[in-house]
């Protein structure tokens, strides 16, 4: 079946504006997270959405990032007032049920790059 | 959570087995040890897990010491496709936040 799906794949904006991250997760998986690589800082969690419940945010950098996930299924990220740190590849992932780590999967991300 | 010591780069002869090792001294005894792979461009992919018995699954094994303090992913006969970043990270099973750091660059050669 199809697997976790990612746009677009690659972004390049300038500093100060914002963009919007898109992730279609597999089709029945109820939890989804977004993470984040950059070649400094290895892969960083970001957020973590399941079912109904309120999502974690621990892992969201600052304000200016946000994740909404509509229907229970699609998720946008937003990075709002982008900065040239925020250049990573953003990485979707989305699993069954309860949070487990051998069970996510993981889309090909969106390599951001803030000029 | 406990942190993992991995070199940073191997070789590997196509068919042949790949041994990587992973050291994680400090390890709790609630803590699985779990071996992840990125190819390039893509993202990362679980491979195997283990808590202080081997493990076997049709990707590759999983070794750990009997003190949990080490462990070595072994892919038995290596392909060209195996060629990607390894990483080891250590974590309690109810751990939803997967993070790594630098990993190791396995390169297969024909």
């Known amino acids: 079946g199809a697997g976790v799906s990612q746009s677009p794949s690659n972004k390049v904006t300038e500093k100060g504006k914002d963009v919007e991250l898109r992730c279609d997760p597999i089709?029945?998986?109820?939890?989804l997270y977004w993470y984040r690589q950059s070649l400094g800082q290895g892969l960083e969690f970001l957020i973590y959405?399941?079912?109904?419940?309120?999502?974690?945010k621990s892992g969201l950098p600052s304000d200016r990032f946000s994740a909404e996930r509509t229907g229970g299924s699609v998720s946008t990220l937003t990075i709002q007032r982008t900065q040239q740190e925020d250049s990573a590849v953003y990485l979707c992932?989305?699993?069954?049920?309860?949070?487990?780590?051998?069970?996510?999967?993981f889309g090909p991300g969106t390599r951001l790059t803030v000029t | 959570d406990a942190k993992t010591t991995q070199p940073p780069s191997m070789d590997c002869a196509e068919g042949r087995a790949a041994n990587l090792p992973c050291n994680h001294s400090?390890?709790?005894?609630?803590?699985?040890v779990y071996w992840y792979r990125q190819i390039h461009s893509q993202g990362p992919q679980y491979i195997i897990h283990g808590l202080k018995n081997n493990e076997t699954n049709e990707m590759a094994s999983l070794i750990i010491t009997e003190d949990r303090k080490s462990s070595t992913l072994i892919l038995p006969h290596a392909t060209l496709r195996d060629t990607a970043v390894y990483y080891c990270?250590?974590?309690?099973?109810?751990?939803?936040?997967?993070?790594f750091g630098a990993g190791t660059t396995v390169t297969v050669r024909a």
């Open positions: 400090t390890i709790s005894g609630n803590e699985y």
């Open positions: 992932a989305s699993s069954y049920g309860g949070a487990s780590l051998n069970e996510q999967y």
């Open positions: 959405f399941q079912g109904n419940s309120a999502p974690d």
């Open positions: 990270i250590v974590r309690v099973d109810s751990d939803y936040k997967l993070s």
């Open positions: 089709s029945g998986h109820t939890a």
